[in-house]
């Protein structure tokens, strides 16, 4: 069985860790996406050609869209 010091000790922590959580609710950090997603492809073997075909439409170049490959 349980004694109150166990109790108040586990209770006292249980606050504790209901007041951390509602600082963090009441300051939340900013966070910035564009940090977050950056590099996230770096290692994609399919992003470089991404780029380069997003370039190529860009300028104009849409001769390297395959209608076959347009879904």
């Known amino acids: ?8 000790k586990r209770m006292a922590a249980v606050e504790e860790a209901i007041t951390k959580l ?17 590099g996230s492809f770096k290692d994609e073997p399919a992003f470089e050609e991404i780029l380069a075909l997003g370039q190529a439409i860009r300028r104009g170049d849409e001769s390297v869209l395959d209608p ?4």
Do not use: C, D
């Open 68 to 71: 076959s490959e347009i879904q």
């Open 22 to 38: 509602q600082q963090q609710i009441a300051h939340p950090k900013s966070i910035n996406w564009l940090q977050q997603i950056s």
């Open 1 to 8: 069985m349980t004694t109150n010091t166990s109790l108040e």
